[in-house]
């Protein structure tokens, strides 16, 4: 069955880089059609698309916060990684990563939350 | 950008009874509307996508329907399982989520 999971740092301060890596099985991202993105969610407020990548490696980025996003995979490893500069206390939420496929998101992480604090 | 407006922002339910949630998109994006739902401390869930497909091992309760811009998701006969907070989510051009409609027992 399909599964992922986020991991990274729980706290991170004001202007440094975060780094999040979902670890993925069940599928390859390889796998034409096949992508993974990234979701984010502050403390009681609504979800928010950040990046994917596909399996040709094309990306797409939320045009709000495309400036700091990067998104890689290491196909080998069955991993995708997410690194966002400059961070921000708004930045605080709990991050999500999902297999998409045909444009959905059908198979989604637990989440880890990124607490962005001096 | 588009931008995806849900209504209500909560609603109250009695168990049994049917929910009316609504999604306006701010400008066309075909049928190509998810519905998801959300529990607390939990990972969201898709429910429904092609605006009235129900993914797999969704109960028929649920359904979807709309195209263009105005779309709804009705729960026929609320379940307690179904107590929650229910996201619509665009993949016309990229992808936006509404802000959410909590659905909450009345």
């Known amino acids: 069955q399909i599964t992922l999971k986020e991991s990274g740092p729980t706290l991170v301060k004001p202007s440094q880089t975060l780094t999040l890596t979902c670890t993925f099985s069940g599928f390859s991202l390889s796998t034409s059609g096949v992508g993974v993105g990234w979701i984010r969610q502050p403390p009681g407020k609504a979800l928010e698309w950040l990046a994917l990548i596909y399996w040709d490696d094309?990306?797409?980025?939320?045009?709000?916060?495309?400036?700091?996003?990067?998104?890689?995979?290491?196909?080998?490893?069955?991993?995708?990684?997410l690194t966002m500069t400059n961070v921000d206390p708004v930045d605080t939420a709990t991050y999500y990563c999902a297999h998409s496929y045909r444009s959905l998101f059908d198979y989604w992480g637990q989440g880890t939350l990124v607490t962005v604090s001096s | 950008e588009i931008v995806m407006t849900q209504s209500p922002a909560t609603l109250s339910v009695s168990p049994g009874e049917r929910a009316t949630l609504s999604c306006r998109a701010s400008q066309s994006v075909s049928s190509n509307l998810a519905w998801y739902q959300q529990k607390p401390g939990q990972a969201p869930r898709l429910l429904i996508y092609g605006a009235s497909t129900r993914a797999t091992g969704i109960p028929?309760?649920?359904?979807?329907?709309?195209?263009?811009?105005?779309?709804?998701?009705?729960?026929?006969?609320?379940?307690?399982?179904?107590?929650?907070?229910y996201y619509c989510q665009q993949y016309n051009n990229l992808w936006t989520f509404g802000q959410g409609t909590k659905v909450e027992i009345k």
């Open chain 1, 58 to 81: 094309d990306d797409r980025y939320s045009p709000s916060l495309k400036s700091r996003l990067t998104i890689t995979k290491d196909t080998s490893k069955n991993q995708v990684v």
């Open chain 2, 60 to 85: 028929a309760r649920f359904s979807g329907s709309g195209s263009g811009t105005e779309f709804t998701l009705t729960i026929s006969s609320l379940q307690s399982e179904d107590f929650a907070v």
